[in-house]
């Protein structure tokens, strides 16, 4: 193993907590995950679920006066939870960079395109507001906005939402980063638009090598990227494993309950929707045990005890999962699942949610 | 954009006919003030009263004075004649207006220099010490009446009744063409009265203001570029939350043109305001409905001068 | 109520136009041209169908159901609901018409006053139409339609804004359901929901129509969403109708290379069904100045000259499929278009 390069980006047991008026938001709560150099990690998630915030941590984005933040982010060996501010300023925007969910509110209003592309070269690089322009041009061409020399002087507002996110695409690439990180990066964008957003990072990848987290609700658009995919629930990771696996033999009960209540052109549409009864929890006050037992359906008394911890499934070390039932009932109630059958405990599917919040 | 630039234009002149017409309503046709009994004095008879009326053009129907009234203040900026000193209402603001522009000038100035600075340091640095102290002293800022505050820096600076004499004390004012020095020290004490309120309002508007725009996806983004955080405050953050002050202060312009009333008249200033309080105190009525004329002017012209800058500030309303 | 026989469509929407006006001037405003949002869309909608509309932003998809509704005065077009034309209803008559046909929004959050009680809300359209006019028999009714949508009727006394946001839409679908309408319009009613939730109320949905015999119109970007929800479904892009076809037709066998562009971006949870996407080149024209004749010859991979001088009338290509297009999808241009999953039914899938 020693000869093995270390991972591109190794995360170790990350917490972030946010002090508020209401009590201690545990948005992320031990979360361990790897990304090699050129892959694709997909982190699937609703909102509340800390992806975001994770992601956000990875770039220092959530430092605040009222954050906590605990445990190791380490970029080639770089732990970047201790690196002093202006150290991580430099990796930002250069080594590591990020694109949003809503293109249009990440640019600023009221600086033309080019202006914000060359301000994210000149911060890194030394060179003259000419040769910057250049290179801008060469990026809005390569991420396929058609005639970049005339596009290089629009506001935001004079792009469409698809160019918005090109735009945003070529600002994260102006320094060739190693990793880019993608939070919902297609979520604003109409679905024809989203596919050409998703081709388009494909063939950047290919083209320049880099990794790339994408951070989305979607488990279509992770199963069309990513290498790996961890799920994530209430601030941890439930399930992690390569995409392979985790489609075909999915382990954690969340993860049956998103893969069975979206709607997907796979299904049929006579079957009905299992939903995932419930909501997702608050990060104040967290259930006990496995944060998901309250809207499992598998749950056992014992799971509102047992904090389960993420635990290799037999004979696949990559694919890993916290869940408390044993590997044969998962098994099972998996096969259920595809057949058709709904749990027994949700079988009454227009329960609502439990009582106001 | 000149299109744009066009249309606020006309909506002005289309304003300022509108504001004509009213002071017109108010200072000619309330029953309270008859112009021409006012002018004819204590024991004037029905006769002198009745030939005033007449010379004045009171006795022509309503349309045909306002008419006459327009057509005098548009082409001649003519707004009458005093009661009081025969001088006309346009030399006599013309005459005040170099001490109210000095008195603004110097104010604005002041406060845009305390309170930006201030409240840029209150939005970055929230809820420090110094965030709580600048915003207690831009409460109190706020609360304290500018004619107290004004007194209490006589009491305390003035060369004549001072505790510390440190500067010209009230009715000093020489013109900036007579004197710079003396112009400049009888004015600080002026500008600071004048300023402390707005400074206060000012920085407590930029703080929230910045604190705001700070929480924006594009802040995000300029952090996440790695930009130097000076860069983000200044270059990202400012700029857009400098806006909404840009509205506030076309507005503060204009009124502070059409005199600053309290401060002239504490630090006996003679400027339009303290015109106006003169006007007030001897019911000499053509000046006050010119000195209001004026002051709505200015208020108009710093309304266009705002939605101009604007276009200027934010492309998307040039787009629109 | 007039009795009309029963294989008449409930709805019936005829070259139905909505221009919004755009207008330039100093002090007098002229219109210099206009949002061409609905531009001649016709369509029926069955008794007891579900009638899907899907399109991506602009396509005037959200216009038609405000039109369909009255919420939005149509610019010219027929709206024809149980045999009588509504469009130009005023008065009593709109009131009557408003009780019959429902609207729920997309966004729980802002169309419900988050300071009034679920109670009142869910209540309102009664006091509004004098329904159930002693207060204990409101409730009543109020607290059934709250079961009905699977809401606990103690909570009758908490505010709107206690609630999540799968509790609001339910709320919002209790609201609609209060005055028994014949016909329910769902614009987007999960798209602003977590993706746990949106189960939830697509199936609440669902079991709603079986049981009270409804008939819907479910609008909605997600054509997965769609498949679920819907019996026929209406593809609309730039104002225009491009294809209206039954289910199982429109995801067997596309006709529209819209549709089929449609179909090839939707993102796919099985990742042995990847494949070639097809993919649209360019984005959606502004609807203030669409292209002339076909409106998607500017980005249709298919395009010829005929496509950007003569409109395509919508017009039947078998499998009681309509669409407009003067070179429609062929099977195997299809199957590429689709995903693994539908394309296997007929054929087998292709060796990756």
Wanted: hydrophobic share 45%; net charge neutral.
């Amino acid at each position: 193993m020693s000869s093995q390069p270390p991972p591109l980006l190794e995360i170790e047991d990350l917490r972030v907590e946010f002090a508020t008026d209401d009590g201690i938001v545990h948005a992320v709560d031990g979360v361990s995950y790897q990304v090699e150099r050129g892959q694709t990690l997909g982190i699937v998630g609703e909102s509340g679920s800390g992806k975001s915030v994770g992601a956000g941590t990875i770039l220092g984005l959530t430092r605040a006066s009222n954050a906590s933040i605990s445990g190791r982010i380490l970029f080639e060996g770089r732990d970047l939870v201790a690196m002093p501010a202006h150290e991580l300023r430099r990796v930002r925007g250069s080594e590591i960079s990020m694109i949003f969910q809503d293109p249009l509110s990440s640019l600023h209003p009221f600086y033309r395109v080019g202006h914000q592309l060359v301000e994210a070269i000149r911060v890194h690089r030394d060179v003259t507001k000419a040769a910057a322009r250049e290179r801008v041009v060469e990026l809005l061409g390569l991420v396929g906005i058609p005639d970049p020399k005339r596009r290089i002087d629009d506001y935001p507002h004079e792009l469409s939402g698809g160019m918005r996110q090109r735009a945003m695409i070529a600002m994260a690439l102006a320094n060739e980063p190693k990793l880019l990180v993608a939070d919902e990066p297609t979520t604003a964008l109409d679905v024809t638009v989203q596919a050409q957003i998703l081709g388009l990072m494909e063939r950047l990848q290919r083209e320049l090598g880099m990794a790339i987290i994408l951070i989305t609700h979607d488990l279509g658009v992770v199963a069309e990227m990513a290498d790996d995919i961890a799920v994530m629930y209430a601030g941890r990771i439930v399930e992690v494993g390569p995409t392979l696996a985790l489609f075909d033999a999915p382990q954690h009960p969340y993860t049956w309950g998103l893969l069975k209540s979206i709607p997907s052109l796979e299904h049929d549409p006579g079957d009905e929707l299992i939903p995932i009864p419930g909501r997702p929890p608050s990060l104040i006050h967290r259930p006990t045990g496995c944060h998901f037992h309250p809207r499992c359906a598998y749950a056992q008394p014992a799971h509102a005890r047992t904090d389960p911890s993420l635990a290799p499934v037999a004979g696949q070390p990559a694919h890993r999962v916290a869940c408390l039932l044993d590997e044969r009932a998962r098994r099972a109630a998996w096969a259920a699942l595809e057949a058709g059958e709904a749990p027994a405990a949700s079988a009454a599917l227009s329960t609502a949610e439990d009582g106001p919040g | 954009m000149g299109r744009y630039i066009i249309r606020r234009l006309l909506w002005a002149l289309v304003l300022l006919v509108l504001v004509i017409a009213l002071t017109f309503a108010i200072f000619y046709l309330l029953p309270s003030a008859d112009p021409a009994q006012l002018r004819a004095g204590r024991n004037a008879t029905a006769q002198n009263i009745a030939d005033i009326r007449h010379n004045l053009g009171l006795d022509k129907p309503v349309y045909v004075q306002f008419w006459d009234y327009l057509k005098a203040v548009v082409l001649h900026f003519d707004l009458g004649y005093s009661y009081q000193s025969d001088a006309s209402v346009k030399s006599l603001i013309l005459d005040r207006l170099p001490a109210t522009v000095s008195l603004a000038a110097g104010a604005i100035v002041i406060w845009m220099l305390v309170g930006i600075p201030v409240g840029v340091i209150s939005a970055v640095r929230r809820r420090s010490l110094l965030d709580r102290a600048a915003m207690t002293v831009a409460l109190i800022g706020v609360s304290v009446p500018v004619f107290w505050l004004g007194l209490v820096l006589l009491y305390l600076f003035a060369a004549d009744i001072g505790k510390f004499p440190l500067l010209p004390g009230a009715n000093t004012y020489v013109p900036l063409t007579s004197d710079p020095v003396k112009w400049l020290t009888s004015l600080i004490m002026p500008w600071f009265v004048l300023a402390a309120s707005s400074a206060a309002v000012y920085a407590r508007l930029l703080r929230g203001s910045l604190i705001e725009t700070m929480q924006e996806d594009y802040i995000r983004t300029a952090r996440a570029k790695g930009l130097l955080e000076r860069t983000v405050v200044m270059r990202h953050g400012l700029r857009s939350a400098l806006t909404p002050l840009v509205t506030v202060m076309g507005l503060d312009i204009g009124v502070l043109l059409g005199g600053a009333l309290l401060t002239e008249t504490v630090f006996n200033v003679p400027g339009i305001g303290r015109l106006n309080y003169e006007a007030i105190v001897h019911s000499d009525y053509p000046i006050i409905q010119g000195t209001v004329l004026v002051a709505a002017i200015f208020i108009i012209l710093a309304n266009i001068a705002v939605d101009i800058v604007y276009a200027f500030l934010d492309p998307r309303v040039r787009y629109s | 109520m007039t009795a009309a026989p029963s294989d008449q469509p409930l709805l019936e929407a005829r070259d139905l136009v909505k221009h919004f006006p755009i207008t330039r001037g100093i002090i007098i405003q002229r219109q210099v041209g206009a949002i061409r949002a609905v531009d001649g869309v016709s369509f029926e909608v069955r008794r007891g169908e579900t009638l899907g509309i899907v399109g991506e932003s602009g396509c005037g998809k959200s216009t038609t159901a405000r039109l369909v509704t009255r919420l939005l005065d149509t610019t010219s077009g027929e709206v024809h609901f149980d045999g009588r034309e509504v469009t130009r209803l005023k008065g009593r008559e709109l009131k009557a018409l408003r009780r019959e046909m429902q609207i729920i929004f997309q966004d729980p959050y802002s169309s419900l006053n988050p300071r009034k009680t679920v109670g009142s809300i869910v209540a309102e359209p009664l006091v509004i139409h004098g329904l159930h006019r002693d207060d204990g028999g409101r409730r009543r009714r109020v607290q059934e339609l709250m079961e009905i949508v699977g809401l606990n009727p103690e909570h009758y006394n908490r505010y709107a804004h206690e609630f999540s946001g799968g509790q609001r839409q339910r709320i919002g679908v209790a609201r609609a359901l209060a005055l028994e309408p014949r016909l329910i319009i769902a614009d987007e009613p999960v798209s602003a929901l977590d993706v746990s939730i949106q189960a939830q109320i697509l199936n609440l949905l669902r079991e709603l129509q079986r049981e009270l015999d409804l008939t819907l119109v479910f609008i909605a970007h997600d054509l997965s969403v769609i498949r679920q929800m819907c019996n026929r479904v209406l593809v609309m892009y730039l104002g225009k109708v491009v294809e209206l076809a039954p289910n199982a037709s429109l995801y067997g066998f596309p006709r529209h290379p819209y549709t089929g562009a449609l179909l090839s971006a939707v993102p796919v949870a099985d990742p042995r069904g990847r494949r070639e996407r097809q993919l649209l080149t360019g984005d959606v024209p502004s609807p203030a100045n669409p292209p002339p004749a076909c409106r998607f010859h500017t980005r249709c991979p298919k395009v010829e000259d005929i496509c950007r001088r003569e409109e395509p009338p919508l017009e039947p290509k078998g499998n009681d499929t309509r669409a407009a297009c003067h070179f429609p999808l062929t099977r195997e241009e299809a199957d590429l278009r689709l995903p693994a999953g539908l394309a296997s039914k007929r054929r087998p899938a292709p060796s990756r």
